[in-house]
């Protein structure tokens, strides 16, 4: 296990270097002039001229990125020039926002999936088992500002069950921000939903039809035994790696329901900088997606590696 989490990690060392590498040039490459995004259109192109070489801007390409990639390791992330705040708190409280959305998420997406999933392959080509795989593949297809308005309406304007906003007041117990992040929280879980219970239910087939399960069948060993014991240890490889998978794709794909429910997350953070051509800002925020991800991955890799031995012992 130590040998595996060792060699994981150092395979995130290129690719955290490759990224940075895609994540700067991208960034660099943003039309529009940074010294003109921030003192307006009516500057003149002397003093343009003259904020780009304060900031860096005129410095040749691997210059800045050399310079860039050293700071941000040693933590010294800049200033952003359009909010004018230090970038690392400021990225870092909206990758916290985020990650409290997206694990909030996660905790309603996981066990129900899994759940739907499972019992959808214990009950393969039944009444039940098509009802679940078209509700759940169903939901996928809603876009998260569909179904995100509709809930808004629903469940926040009309019933007045749930806050419009998902930002809780400043100061509030934790418990109660989770109060807040319910609704913004559904729209996530109808995407994922069927994915991963798809996956579930894909699994659980696979390994029902094992000779083992048989034989274990065949021994009289009880059905909650099978289904616990061996079904669902081994169906839940394939689902891990994709909740692992998933985990990113939360954090960066948050825009849409951040900005409808004014939630200041690295999503929204990510669009503003973009929009403003905030390049220490977008630069950090997309990196800090990227390490989530990589991460995300490397617990999933550790989870799969403790349900299945094989990979444990190099197999």
Same mark, same amino acid.
């Given at each position: 296990m130590l040998r595996l989490i060792g060699r994981r990690l150092l395979l995130m060392v290129p690719t955290l270097i490759l990224a940075s590498i895609l994540i700067f040039l991208l960034a660099e490459v943003l039309p529009g002039?940074?010294?003109?995004?921030?003192l307006g259109q009516y500057a003149t192109p002397e003093d343009v001229a003259a904020?780009?070489?304060?900031?860096?801007?005129?410095?040749? *390409?691997v210059v800045r990125y050399v310079a860039w990639a050293g700071n941000f390791v040693t933590g010294d992330w800049g200033e952003s020039p359009v909010q004018k705040v230090p970038v690392r708190p400021y990225v870092m409280a909206a990758l916290w926002n985020s990650l409290i959305l997206a694990g909030f998420a996660l905790i309603l997406i996981v066990p129900t999936s899994?759940?739907?999933?499972?019992?959808?392959?214990?009950?393969?080509?039944?009444?039940?088992?098509?009802?679940?795989?078209?509700s759940t593949l169903s939901m996928t297809v809603i876009p998260e500002f569909v179904s995100g308005v509709v809930l808004l309406y629903v469940f926040a304007v009309w019933l007045k069950w749930l806050p419009v906003t998902a930002l809780a007041p400043e100061g509030a117990p934790f418990y109660e921000r989770l109060y807040y992040l319910i609704l913004p929280a559904i729209p996530l879980m109808f995407l994922e939903l069927g994915y991963i219970a798809r996956m579930?239910?894909?699994?659980?087939?696979?390994? *029902?039809?094992?000779?083992y399960i048989r034989t274990a069948v065949l021994k009289g060993v009880p059905r909650s035994r099978v289904v616990f014991g061996h079904v669902l240890r081994n169906a839940m490889?394939?689902?891990?790696?994709?909740?692992?998978?998933?985990v990113g794709w939360l954090i960066g794909g948050l825009v849409v329901v951040e900005t409808l429910f004014s939630y200041p997350g690295i999503g929204k953070v990510m669009v503003e900088s973009a929009l403003n051509h905030d390049v220490p800002v977008l630069e950090a925020s997309v990196l800090m997606v990227?390490?989530?991800?990589?991460?995300?991955? *490397?617990?999933?890799?550790?989870?799969?590696?403790?349900?299945?031995?094989?990979?444990?012992?190099?197999?």
């Amino acid at each position: 296990m130590l040998r595996l989490i060792g060699r994981r990690l150092l395979l995130m060392v290129p690719t955290l270097i490759l990224a940075s590498i895609l994540i700067f040039l991208l960034a660099e490459v943003l039309p529009g002039n940074v010294g003109r995004s921030i003192l307006g259109q009516y500057a003149t192109p002397e003093d343009v001229a003259a904020l780009n070489r304060e900031l860096g801007a005129d410095r040749p *390409l691997v210059v800045r990125y050399v310079a860039w990639a050293g700071n941000f390791v040693t933590g010294d992330w800049g200033e952003s020039p359009v909010q004018k705040v230090p970038v690392r708190p400021y990225v870092m409280a909206a990758l916290w926002n985020s990650l409290i959305l997206a694990g909030f998420a996660l905790i309603l997406i996981v066990p129900t999936s899994i759940v739907l999933g499972v019992f959808s392959g214990l009950r393969r080509d039944s009444a039940l088992d098509r009802v679940i795989t078209v509700s759940t593949l169903s939901m996928t297809v809603i876009p998260e500002f569909v179904s995100g308005v509709v809930l808004l309406y629903v469940f926040a304007v009309w019933l007045k069950w749930l806050p419009v906003t998902a930002l809780a007041p400043e100061g509030a117990p934790f418990y109660e921000r989770l109060y807040y992040l319910i609704l913004p929280a559904i729209p996530l879980m109808f995407l994922e939903l069927g994915y991963i219970a798809r996956m579930a239910r894909v699994g659980t087939v696979q390994v *029902l039809s094992m000779p083992y399960i048989r034989t274990a069948v065949l021994k009289g060993v009880p059905r909650s035994r099978v289904v616990f014991g061996h079904v669902l240890r081994n169906a839940m490889v394939p689902t891990v790696t994709v909740i692992g998978s998933q985990v990113g794709w939360l954090i960066g794909g948050l825009v849409v329901v951040e900005t409808l429910f004014s939630y200041p997350g690295i999503g929204k953070v990510m669009v503003e900088s973009a929009l403003n051509h905030d390049v220490p800002v977008l630069e950090a925020s997309v990196l800090m997606v990227a390490v989530v991800y990589m991460f995300a991955n *490397l617990v999933a890799d550790i989870v799969v590696a403790l349900l299945n031995p094989r990979i444990r012992k190099g197999g």
